[in-house]
């Protein structure tokens, strides 16, 4: 066994400043002592899924991160880990644990057929594993390997963790509990479309900013009303998006963050909601499109009729929340740059321009463009 901070020294040495994760039992000696440490930080996120996207958007960002959680959560996870991490190329650490291995120590029944297939589903994603170290002599080798995968790449590598890997560490640090958030907003009918409102946030985003716009037409109608280096457009991942920002946004404080979410994919992780209400970050917004259709894929309705999502985000912890049906309104409300977490709810109509394109380079080459606009910028 090793203990807990031997290895995070190492990761912190090597760069590793960010960790997201999901407990497990497994997990419990080393999370607990992340969670101590105040020299990395900690999101606890609310699924493997948005722990995996939490931390691309600090790789994004500039800042090395790691994403660990149990590995039956690991189908979670396949998502981003296959169309966001592999498609933008985004070299995040993996902690997975072994719950359920066979041959190893006995576990609950729901643990087997994952425990047995694990390492199979790290190969089938294309993602290079080893396992985690388990004496001090092996921790910064390890690293190191894992490190120069990720750098030839540009993609992530897992360290699959077995049972008793790490010596017990009891946890001191406990999540300080905030004030719920805002009051909810008052009722508005949708009266523009999306390319209205994409216009208006274009207006009212200023050359430090970093525009983030979901999966499906946000991303293709925004690259087509005018592609920019500071935005990036999601592909596949769905309901990562706010998961991305966040991460982003906690690595690059002196940048404000855009998030433009849609309501399928809102409804798909909105657990997300929970930690970013949590987090809060000053340089935040968060808004959310809804149409009460999954447009892209033949406008099949959404239940977004029933849901107040004004009230959902005051639940969770946002401190500003608004409800904007008109572009101009929406523009002065971005404009105002005041420092506190924002959440915009933005009823529209749906419909979509005619031949609508697709941008026109790769996502990776999106990523990169804007690595170099934050780097210059």
């Keep these: ?27 419990t000696p080393f999370i607990n002592r992340v969670i101590d440490d105040d020299a990395v930080r900690y999101v606890a996120a609310a699924n493997e899924g948005d722990a995996v996207a939490i931390a691309a958007g600090s790789e994004l960002g500039g800042v090395p991160a790691i994403a660990m959680f149990q ?9 981003p880990l296959t169309s966001l991490t592999h498609v933008f190329k985004l070299p995040v650490l993996l902690i997975v644990t072994l719950r359920g291995e066979p041959g190893g120590p006995p576990d609950e029944p729901q643990h087997s057929l994952m425990g047995a297939i694990t390492l199979e589903i790290l190969q089938s994603m294309k993602i290079p594993w080893e396992y985690f170290p388990d004496d001090e002599d092996q921790v910064e080798a390890v690293l190191d390997k894992a490190l120069a995968a990720m750098k030839e790449t540009q993609r992530p590598f897992a ?24 009051q909810t907003c008052t009722n508005k009918e949708a009266t523009h479309r999306r390319r209205d409102m994409l216009l208006a946030i274009q207006q009212a985003s200023l050359a430090p900013d970093i525009v983030i716009a979901t999966t499906g037409y946000t991303g293709r109608e925004l690259f087509a009303c005018e592609d920019r280096e500071n935005q990036l457009y999601m592909v596949g991942s769905m309901g990562c998006a706010p998961s991305l920002g966040l991460g982003l946004a906690l690595c ?28 809060r970050p ?3 917004v968060h808004i959310l499109l809804d149409n009460h259709v999954h447009e892209s894929t033949g406008a099949q309705s959404t239940v977004s009729r029933s849901i107040d999502f004004c009230a959902i985000a005051a639940a969770c912890g946002y401190p500003a929340v608004y409800r904007v049906n008109d572009p101009q309104e929406l523009t002065d409300l971005l404009k105002r740059k005041d420092p506190q977490l924002k959440f915009i709810h933005v009823p529209i109509l749906p419909g979509i321009p005619e031949n609508l394109g697709r941008p026109a380079s790769t996502p990776a080459e999106v990523a990169s463009r804007l690595r170099k606009f934050m780097d210059r910028k």
Excluded: H, W
């Excluded at 590995?71 to 998502?79: I, P």
């Excluded at 360290?159 to 805002?182: C, E, F, H, N, W």
């Excluded at 849609?262 to 209400?277: E, F, L, P, Q, V």
């Design 1 to 27: 066994m090793i203990e807990a901070g031997s290895f995070l020294a190492a990761a912190r040495s090597r760069g590793f400043e960010l960790i997201s994760g999901v407990p497990c039992s497994y997990l």
């Design 71 to 79: 590995n039956s959560g690991l189908g979670n996870a396949v998502s």
């Design 252 to 279: 690059r404080p002196e940048r404000n963050v855009t998030v433009i979410d849609g309501d399928g994919a809102a409804m798909m992780r909105m657990g997300s909601m929970t930690t970013i209400g949590y987090e």
């Design 159 to 182: 360290l699959a963790m077995r049972k008793g890997t790490v010596k017990p560490s009891p946890i001191r640090t406990r999540l300080q509990q905030k004030d719920v958030g805002a």
């Design 282 to 284: 000053t340089n935040l």
